[in-house]
């Protein structure tokens, strides 16, 4: 079955250092894959999708994610977190025989003065 | 500006009662999805539509329905069968023209339902 997982529910860290948030999917075929952020009570704006070619792929905001495919990963990164980036955020993949986005559990990402 | 509208943002039901949530979008999309969040379980599909006059059950479909009579717009019932409506709801939409691919998701603000 598909699935997404990510394996940090809460992370905290200081203003300025780098982040690493991770996604791991169980997917049959090449995935779509895609990470969004929430504000709380808020909907969720995309912040990058990969569907294919470089593995690597830069979105808004400043953050970047890779996609492995022998880890069955797409980790989100980002070189110096800004406490404006506190938000929970998701990870999706897209099914692609039916159009719809199955998500992670979430990340909460908590930022320290 | 195109975009999604949600309305009401916020929703008080007494127990027995069934409330429609509205979902009106202008980006011509042809695809909408309605989403049910719960905290710590991430965002569960429960209906979701790829063209006008027709729609699917997502993975929580029981206690719900929806209708999609026009292209903008995709309304969800929570009905008193919904044993656990308390949640925040996101309707979506998608340009969904392909059905083989699935693009980027653009959401609403969602509706928070408290049943009292």
């Known amino acids: 079955a598909q699935s997404v997982t990510q394996p940090d529910i809460h992370i905290t860290v200081s203003e300025g250092a780098s982040l690493e948030l991770r996604c791991n999917y169980s997917y049959g075929a090449t995935p779509y894959l895609f990470w969004y952020v929430q504000s709380p009570g808020q909907g969720l704006q995309l912040l990058l999708k990969y569907f294919s070619g470089d593995t690597l792929v830069q979105g808004i905001k400043g953050f970047e994610a890779e996609f492995k495919r022998s880890q069955s990963s797409f980790n989100l990164r980002k070189p110096s977190v800004h406490w404006s980036d506190a938000a929970e955020y998701f990870c999706a993949v897209g099914a692609s025989n039916t159009g719809k986005l199955i998500f992670g559990q979430g990340t909460t990402l908590q930022v320290k003065p | 500006d195109g975009g999604i509208t949600q309305s009401p943002k916020y929703l008080f039901r007494k127990e027995g009662q069934n409330v429609t949530l509205s979902c009106e979008q202008n980006?011509?999309?042809?695809?909408m999805y309605w989403y049910r969040q719960d905290p710590g379980q991430g965002l569960r599909l429960i209906y979701y539509?790829?063209?006008?006059?027709?729609?699917q059950k997502g993975d929580i479909a029981e206690g719900y329905s929806v209708s999609r009579e026009k292209k903008e717009s995709f309304p969800l019932t929570v009905t008193s069968a919904q044993k656990n409506p308390t949640a925040f709801y996101l309707c979506?939409?998608?340009?969904?023209?392909?059905?083989?691919?699935?693009?980027?998701?653009?959401f609403g603000e969602g509706s928070r339902l408290t049943v009292l």
């Open positions: 980006l011509n999309h042809d695809a």
């Open positions: 979506a939409s998608s340009i969904g023209r392909d059905r083989r691919i699935t693009g980027e998701l653009f």
């Open positions: 539509s790829q063209i006008v006059n027709d729609f």
